[in-house]
């Protein structure tokens, strides 16, 4: 994406990345760049429901609702934008601004905003969940692309996408991405998963934290996409715990590698520990740069790629009583 990083971990988005003093603390320890907090369509919106039916007790007037919307997305607005502008002045880093997005509204416009007060580059969360079964699939990928384009034409800087991976195809996705103006993409988002209490008959949350056995998730896809969509850049999210993932990552064909429930289990004291490793490894193997590395492991750069796309356990179950 054009972005100079010294090396390849980036905070992913969350509340760690929300205020300026988490980020310095972050780049203090060896960061190497950063994605902010989400400015969120969906909560928003939610916000204006509550306090529309709250008003609406209180004999409410036809105009509220426009109102109130104006006036929590205004201000929601200017402290992401005081995010960005701060941020840029206390660290040396790339700076991500990220915008999530269920539909391609207004709040795409914010990207102009988030450029205007300096982001380095634009980081889209979309995820649209389908509810309705008459949906058809191709619908639901056009949105992601109607998202982007609209971003696309209000920008300069580069824009990547960040999407989860409930998509029936990940290698069309990114190719249409890719050819509708991704500069990069990040494979995957995880999102909030509901459980159920036994103890309370209660729908509840399922655990926030990823697992170090969740970069299965998408190692697979990482390995295919980098092969199969030249210069589309990779970042590699979700269950990335230690130095070994991200270099495995990179390996597959990552670009960089984002990091965020080992952040929130370990603080930024973590991050030496990451680089150590992968200092390590590239002593060990005597790589001199991440280039030297990268891709090694891809679908197209090994001797069997079949691997990458076995997907039954047949042989595994046939050898075991
Ligand atoms: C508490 C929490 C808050 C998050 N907030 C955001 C957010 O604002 N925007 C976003 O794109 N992703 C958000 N995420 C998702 C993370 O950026 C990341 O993609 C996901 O947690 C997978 O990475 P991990 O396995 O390292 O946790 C959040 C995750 C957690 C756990």
Redesign the pocket.
């Known amino acids: 994406m054009g972005l100079q990083l010294k090396n390849p971990l980036v905070a992913?988005?969350?509340?760690?990345?929300?205020s300026v003093e988490k980020i310095r603390e972050l780049a203090t320890a060896g960061i190497g760049a950063v994605?902010l907090?989400?400015i969120?369509e969906e909560q928003i919106n939610n916000e204006v429901t509550n306090l529309l039916q709250k008003d609406q007790q209180n004999n409410s007037y036809p105009e509220a609702e426009d109102y109130i919307k104006g006036y929590l997305r205004d201000n929601t607005i200017t402290k992401h934008l005081e995010l960005v502008e701060e941020t840029k002045q206390a660290v040396d880093i790339p700076v991500i601004a990220?915008i999530?997005c269920v539909s391609s509204d207004e709040w795409t416009s914010f990207a102009k905003d988030f450029e205007q007060a300096g982001a380095d580059a634009i980081?889209l969360?979309i995820f649209y969940l389908p509810t309705d079964r008459n949906e058809r699939p191709g619908m639901v990928e056009q949105l992601y692309l109607d998202v982007l384009k609209k971003v696309k034409s209000q920008v300069t800087i580069p824009v990547s996408v960040?999407f989860g991976l409930n998509h029936s195809n990940i290698l069309g996705m990114a190719d249409k991405l890719k050819a509708n103006g991704a500069d990069g993409i990040?494979m995957?988002?995880?999102?909030f998963e509901p459980d159920i209490n036994l103890e309370t008959l209660e729908l509840t949350s399922s655990e926030?934290?990823?697992l170090p056995t969740?970069i299965r998730r998408s190692l697979r896809w990482v390995g295919m996409v980098s092969s199969a969509v030249p210069k589309l850049e990779i970042a590699a999210?979700?269950?990335?715990?230690d130095g070994q993932a991200v270099i495995k990552q990179i390996l597959a064909g990552a670009t960089v590698t984002?990091?965020?429930?080992?952040?929130?289990i370990n603080g930024a004291k973590i991050i030496p520990a990451f680089l150590d490793e992968i200092s390590g490894f590239m002593k060990k193997w005597n790589f001199k740069k991440i280039d030297d590395f990268r891709g090694r492991l891809s679908y197209k750069n090994i001797p069997d790629p079949m691997l990458y796309e076995r997907s039954q356990f047949m042989k595994y179950f046939s050898n075991r009583s």
Do not use: M, P
Request: glycine letters at 8%; a positive charge; aromatic letters at 14%.
């Open positions: 992913a988005s969350s509340g760690l990345t929300g994605v907090k989400s969120f990220s999530n980081e969360n960040k990040v995957f988002n995880r999102f926030v934290f990823s969740d999210s979700t269950g990335i715990h984002q990091l965020c429930s080992t952040l929130y």
